[in-house]
């Protein structure tokens, strides 16, 4: 888990956090994480990309959209998560309580399932 000021963008960070994790066949990740840089990085890495284009590139990439309907899961973790308000509006300031709570949540969460 990373943690980042509000106004840096997924995409600058997400290298950092796919790196810590073994190369997959797939990542699946939202119109958000449509750069060049990082499609480039996940082909050398031998993941392919299945990330939806943005309406405005000029180069309209073709991604599986049978494996992109699965993103669900992913979003319904991150709105299971912001049902703990703590979390949700980042009531802690400090980052060991803030990432504590989060480690707290995910394990009552998955406890729960």
């Known amino acids: 888990m990373l943690l980042t000021?509000?106004?840096v963008h997924d995409c600058k960070v997400a290298?950092?956090?796919i790196d810590a994790l073994p190369p997959s066949a797939e990542l699946v990740a939202d119109k958000g994480y449509d750069s060049q840089a990082l499609?480039?990085?996940l082909h050398?890495?031998?993941?392919?990309a299945v990330i939806p284009p943005r309406r405005n590139r000029k180069v309209q990439y073709d991604y599986n959209r049978a494996i992109y309907k699965q993103r669900n899961v992913i979003e319904r973790m991150f709105c299971r998560l912001k049902d703990w308000r703590r979390i949700a509006t980042r009531?802690?300031?400090?980052i060991k309580n803030f990432m504590g709570a989060v480690a707290l949540a995910v394990a009552v969460i998955w406890w729960l399932q």
């Open 5 to 7: 000021p509000g106004n």
């Open 91 to 94: 009531f802690d300031r400090n």
């Open 15 to 17: 290298r950092l956090c």
């Open 44 to 48: 050398e890495r031998g993941t392919e």
């Open 39 to 41: 499609r480039e990085w």
